[in-house]
């Protein structure tokens, strides 16, 4: 992943102008092993539910935002190894930043208690991803996006 990484950087910084740059996520799951590698340029970090503790840990980026300059190392974290019922929540930025009708964000704690109330309670990692949804579109009422939100959502079994 980092030489991925790096190459994708050296294209982007040739390809593209001073004020273009893309943050990515990439992982490699072993769903037989329940097993997750991962590489981020600049994009939000992993929140991982950990089952037996209630708890969610960040899992950080490893790099910076891709096509920003030239010689940028990239680091590969894992694999991190998943546990019956450990869920993780990657998204865009989009989630914590939607913006409700007082003007406040969604933020990172909102969407820890609302990971943490679904990941606790629903069998599915489907049922989990329209919690977080319905829970987003109840925050903002009929605020519009300012941002897409995208959502991948893992629960091992």
Do not use: Q
């Given at each position: 992943?980092?030489?991925?990484?790096?190459?994708?950087?050296?294209?982007?910084?040739?390809?593209t102008g001073d004020d273009r740059f893309l943050t990515l996520f990439y992982g490699i799951l072993d769903?037989?092993?329940?097993?997750?590698?991962?590489?981020?340029?600049?994009?939000?970090?992993?929140l991982w539910y950990h089952a037996s503790?209630?708890?969610?840990?960040?899992?950080?980026?490893t790099g910076t935002?891709?096509?920003a300059m030239e010689g940028l190392v990239y680091?590969?974290?894992?694999?991190?190894?998943?546990?019956?019922?450990?869920?993780?929540?990657i998204s865009s930025d989009g989630l914590r930043e939607a913006i409700g009708p007082r003007g406040d964000m969604f933020d990172i704690e909102r969407t820890h208690n609302v990971l943490i109330e679904a990941a606790a309670s629903l069998p599915t990692a489907k049922a989990i991803h329209d919690h977080i949804l319905?829970?987003?579109?109840?925050?903002?009422?009929?605020?519009p996006f300012r941002d897409d939100v995208a959502l991948i959502i893992l629960k091992a079994k």
């Open positions: 992943l980092p030489s991925l990484f790096t190459a994708l950087n050296h294209h982007l910084v040739r390809d769903p037989t092993r329940r097993e997750l590698s991962l590489a981020s340029a600049a994009h939000e970090n992993l503790t209630g708890a969610i840990e960040e899992v950080p980026s935002m891709l096509g680091n590969e974290i894992g694999p991190l190894k998943l546990e019956t019922g450990d869920v993780m929540l319905d829970s987003l579109n109840t925050f903002r009422e009929e605020t």
